[in-house]
């Protein structure tokens, strides 16, 4: 069965950082593009950043581009969102999710695997 687990979320003002991460059971994440996609209230889920089974070429939204990093730890089976510079923008519920052996898609009807997400509540 596979799981994917979100932590790190909290409450931080604007122009701080968090660290999310998503721990992986039942699948190794060295053989699935993982990604992180996020939903405000009352607005549909949008992609954040993904990065493929190979760790190359990471994308990002344009409106998180420069500012948020995602990672992967192969050994820890772990996948990792840096948020800097947060924005009230960015306050949301993020999720994890993972597709396969495949290239990092941006629809979240793509991807397979859901986390049930961490919130982020950014302040002015």
């Known amino acids: 069965q596979v799981q994917l687990v979100e932590s790190g979320g909290g409450l931080v003002q604007a122009g701080g950082s968090l660290r999310l991460s998503c721990a992986a059971s039942?699948?190794?994440?060295?053989?699935?593009?993982m990604g992180w996609f996020r939903q405000a209230p009352g607005k549909e889920r949008e992609f954040v950043a993904g990065i493929s089974w190979s760790g190359a070429d990471p994308r990002y939204s344009d409106s998180v581009k420069g500012r948020f990093t995602i990672s992967r730890d192969n050994a820890k089976n772990t996948v990792y969102l840096q948020m800097m510079n947060l924005r009230p923008e960015d306050t949301a519920i993020y999720h994890c999710s993972s597709r396969g052996y495949l290239r990092i898609a941006t629809m979240p009807n793509d991807w397979t695997y859901w986390g049930q997400g961490t919130q982020v509540t950014v302040s002015s």
């Open positions: 039942g699948l190794t994440i060295s053989s699935y593009s």
